[in-house]
Structures are given as structure tokens and as C-alpha cells.
């Protein structure tokens, strides 16, 4: 105890227990002094920036990066794994910016929407061939049409591999489910921690897919359709018609006519006849 209060530290003024350096922080003791008090909604908009640019999202469209896997006979897609952190448009296509902050790689950018209403001004260089210099151009955008603009390129660039295809409404259906059905067994599997931002993108990707069944009202009469033939003909619940039991459990959380009582015991039964048929091939 004597050697400790003894103690004189040459790098520094610490002089032990009986003159610390630095010395403790005595506001503790004063909770508004202490303690910083914000709102949650204030919190919330912080976490709202681009962890490469760091540009907020009063200035930018965010989203998440997300890679693809592809069935190697059909062609088509398998999976659709999101990362969770929040990326801007230009850091993607400008900076090339392909792996998230846990290094985790990705290949494609999947907008996110979570809400805005108040345009936003993006400036532009643009070259002025009469006086031979670059000028700033300013444009107003509305955020839910740019939303909207940015999500059909992004499922052309994901389901085609151009941005300049056509959007067609089938290509919701090829997306959303393995969008979400992936990120849900993830988070089961704990190959991601499941974390509110976990939670969070999960809730994200679920109004995405409500928001898509407004706009294309053909592919709700379509999630139905498949729902009402899986559950209650047992001959059409075989992969010829129903190819991946996930896209079913995507489909009764958006269904407004099924809900997952009418679809367990059909589901169930199925999928126990294919583990059933992987176990004896």
C-alpha cells in the first residue's frame, strides 16, 4: 500500500491513489452533465449515412449491397444474401465499392425506402461547351420517385444483368423471397448476429415487398393464386409446381387472403416428403 501511494510515475504528473493523472471524472455524479440525452428519432437519423462517403440520407439514396447464387442447370436465382450496412448509389457505382464493413463481398446494390418525403438537391459538374468550363448543375429529386426508379433498375440489373432492360412485374416474384426468406435463415443459422440492425433490414425488405404489391397489383393475385393451389391440392405441391417451399413462407407474410395457419400442415407434410426423398437419394 505504501509503495502504491508512493508511486511517481516519470512519463506523466500520476502520483498513485493520492494525485491520479488524469485525474476521475467528477460529473458523474451530475446526470445532465454526465449523460447525453437525445431522442430516439435524433439517434436514428444518425445511423442514416453511408459508412464509405459518409453522406446522410438527406443528401443520397441508401441501400445494401447483396450477392446472388444461381441454380448452375436453370439459371435461375437461389439465393439473395444482404449485407447490413447502409451503402450510397455513389459509392457503388462510382467508388466500386463491393465488400461491407465485416468484409463481407457482394456484387449487386439493392435500394432501401425508409420513408423520406422532403426533396433533396443533388449537384451535377457538367462540361459547358460554349464557355469551355465546368458548371454546377442543381437538381431537385423527390426521394419516393427516385425510390421507386432506383429499386426496378436494380431488380433489371439483378434478374437480366442490365439496367437498361424493361422492369417487368414477374421479376418481383424472383427477388423478394429469396431477398427475404436468405436473410431470415441467416439470422436462424446465426451466421449473422441477429441484431437490431438485423431486425431492422428485415422489417425494411417486408415493406419493400408490401410497397411492390400496391404498385404491381398482379403479383398479390399471383401470391394467392400459388398459396390456394399449394394448400389445397396435394398433387400440386410437388416441385414441378411449388420449386422452393421458402418462397411459400415469404408469400403468407403479404398474402390478404392466407395466413400461415392455412398454410403449416400442408407445408409441414411437404416438407418432410422432400427431406424424407434427400435422405434415401
Known sequence: MENANSFKCSGCRHRGSIE????FNEREKIINDFVLLEDPHSLLEKEFVCYHTKAPLAETSLGVGVSLSRLPRTGEIRNVNPTL???????FTKHKVRTSIAAERFTHWFPLFFGEKKPYEVKKQVFDNETQKYKTE?????????????????????TKGSTRKDFQPSMVLEVMPKLII?????????????SIIAI??????????????????????????????FISDPAKRIKDFAPSLGDLLAFIMVSDKFKMADLLNAYLEEQLDRQAFWIIR
Open 20 to 23: 491520479p493523472f488524469p485525474q
Open 85 to 91: 450496412d447502409l451503402l450510397s448509389i455513389k459509392a
Open 138 to 158: 442543381v437538381k431537385t429529386v423527390d426521394p419516393y420517385e427516385r425510390f421507386v426508379h432506383l429499386l426496378k433498375s436494380a431488380f433489371c440489373f439483378m
Open 182 to 194: 436468405t436473410h431470415m435463415v441467416e439470422i436462424v443459422n446465426e451466421s449473422k448476429h441477429c
Open 200 to 229: 431492422r433490414r428485415l422489417i425494411n425488405f417486408y415493406r419493400i415487398f408490401t410497397m411492390l404489391l400496391e404498385m404491381c397489383p398482379t403479383v398479390r393475385e399471383q401470391i394467392n393464386a400459388s398459396l390456394e393451389q
